[in-house]
């Protein structure tokens, strides 16, 4: 059973237009949600996170929304570089952030 | 500070085989972590501690073990391996109650022939 879901495999996106990535959850324990990056070869790095009491959260380029009532979040870049390329991946735990849950990842490819 | 350290980076074994995958960590994290990445599954989990002598399992336990003796490291063992294992391997750690979540090491790429 899936919790963590990321229906898009991949999605190109020209540079200097905005990236958008959905993530829908089933488990409604969740209260923290975190999105990663990842290069091939590498392992994933922190992106940006949101605790469930917020709907929004802002870092420079990247902002993620989370809508709790339709167990949904998203992430978006703008505007997207291509040092953008790379799998995101979205995550959610609970409490004390101890057992994260992945979703299976989605390919961005940032168009020069 | 070299962060979270895998060992080997690469490795090719024979169904039956076993093996241990090594992770430390040199940031005195309380968590850690083993997911498993296979293509269209994302990252599953496989076991995680919360602190030395305290592990418990993820998602896909099942074929491995593991223990957690230090708060440095926290090694995976394969029992006895089936093609079904082959899979890139990432070890991660996390300060208790740290928001910034894993911190992830560089993987190991494991094969079973």
């Known amino acids: 059973d899936q919790q963590v879901k990321q229906n898009s495999p991949s999605l190109s996106v020209q540079e200097g237009r905005i990236s958008i990535l959905n993530c829908d959850y089933t488990?409604?324990?969740?209260?923290?949600f975190l999105w990663y990056k990842k290069y091939p070869a590498e392992g994933p790095t922190f992106l940006i996170s949101?605790?469930?009491?917020?709907d929004k959260n802002e870092d420079g380029r990247f902002t993620v929304f989370l809508n709790k009532s339709a167990k949904h979040l998203s992430l978006h870049i703008v505007p997207s570089q291509p040092g953008d390329s790379a799998v995101y991946f979205c995550?959610?735990?609970?409490?004390?952030?101890?057992?994260?849950?992945f979703g299976t990842g989605t390919k961005l490819q940032v168009i020069p | 500070n070299a962060g979270v350290t895998q060992t080997p980076k690469f490795q090719v074994l024979k169904t039956g085989q076993s093996m241990t995958l090594q992770c430390a960590q040199d940031?005195?994290?309380?968590?850690m972590s083993w997911y498993r990445q296979d293509p269209g599954m994302g990252l599953r989990l496989i076991h995680y501690?919360?602190?030395?002598?305290?592990?418990d399992q993820g998602e896909v336990p099942n074929g491995y073990n593991v223990s957690r003796s230090t708060t440095e490291d926290f090694p995976l063992r394969l029992l006895s391996a089936a093609p079904s294992q082959t899979s890139v391997y990432f070890c991660?750690?996390?300060?208790?109650?740290?928001?910034?979540?894993?911190?992830f090491g560089s993987g190991t790429r494991l094969t079973v022939v």
């Open positions: 995550a959610a735990t609970t409490g004390g952030y101890q057992k994260v849950t």
């Open positions: 488990n409604s324990m969740f209260d923290y």
């Open positions: 949101i605790s469930s009491i917020k």
């Open positions: 991660a750690s996390s300060r208790a109650g740290d928001s910034y979540g894993y911190t």
């Open positions: 501690s919360v602190g030395a002598g305290i592990t």
């Open positions: 940031m005195n994290h309380e968590y």
